[in-house]
């Protein structure tokens, strides 16, 4: 079975700061890859950045960073120089390589930016 | 290009009705998901086809619930003599080819259910 634990019910972030957005996973899989995804008041999800368990480097993409610690289980979602649109929930999920493809979630965290 | 479609967008029904949910993947995704998200939660995973085959149902919550995909495309979601606790956001998502490494799932608006 898999798990994603994000501890951080909420986030209150100045504008133009970093934020990081922890989350923690447990899974007996050797292959896997964590996702995070945007979910704004529209509803939509909003795919953001993804990491697989044997990638070397740290995703990146634009703005959005992923600090990977694959020994500490964590896969921390680092948003730069925030903007008032980033203001969403936050999810991060994991999915095994083989076998059933089914993403997990976690909670959220409701992210908000203040001007 | 177009993205996932969901039908209803919203849909009240009344204790004991049957329901269908219907999803149109993006155009030559093989795979397709149903998940269900309760307010305040992360969506849950119900089901998954590949192509026209249901590959695992183990989060559908009980035999009221049953999905189908008869041609690989379109997607049905139903639920028969639904239940208050049915109410929830149900989500269906697609990719272009289940098992790969890096496979990215798109997400639908989803539809409402609300259970009176």
């Known amino acids: 079975a898999q798990k994603i634990t994000q501890t951080q019910p909420g986030m209150f972030v100045q504008e133009k700061e970093a934020v990081t957005l922890d989350c923690t996973y447990d899974?007996?899989?050797?292959?896997?890859?964590l996702f995070w995804y945007k979910q704004p008041s529209s509803g939509e999800m909003i795919f953001l950045i993804y990491q697989g368990s044997y990638d070397e480097q740290n995703a990146t993409e634009g703005r959005y960073s992923l600090n990977f610690q694959k020994a500490r289980k964590s896969a921390n979602l680092v948003i730069s120089a925030s903007q008032l649109g980033d203001s969403a929930m936050y999810f991060c999920?994991?999915?095994?390589?083989?076998?059933?493809?089914?993403?997990?979630f976690g909670t959220g965290t409701r992210l908000t930016i203040i001007p | 290009g177009a993205g996932v479609s969901q039908s209803p967008r919203y849909k009240v029904t009344k204790r004991g009705q049957d329901v269908a949910l219907r999803c149109d993947p993006i155009?030559?995704?093989?795979?397709l998901y149903w998940y269900r998200q309760a307010l305040g939660q992360g969506p849950e995973f119900l089901t998954y086809f590949n192509y026209e085959a249901q590959q695992d149902k183990s989060g559908l919550p009980n035999d009221r619930f049953s999905a189908e995909r008869p041609e690989g495309s379109i997607s049905t979601l139903t639920i028969q003599r639904t239940e208050q606790r049915d109410s929830a956001m149900y989500r269906c998502?697609?990719?272009?080819?289940?098992?790969?490494?890096?496979?990215?799932?798109?997400f639908g608006p989803g539809t409402r259910l609300t259970v009176l």
């Open positions: 899974t007996s899989d050797q292959s896997y890859g």
């Open positions: 999920a994991i999915r095994s390589n083989f076998g059933n493809e089914k993403l997990t």
């Open positions: 155009s030559g995704h093989v795979s």
């Open positions: 998502a697609s990719s272009l080819e289940g098992g790969a490494y890096y496979n990215e799932q798109f």
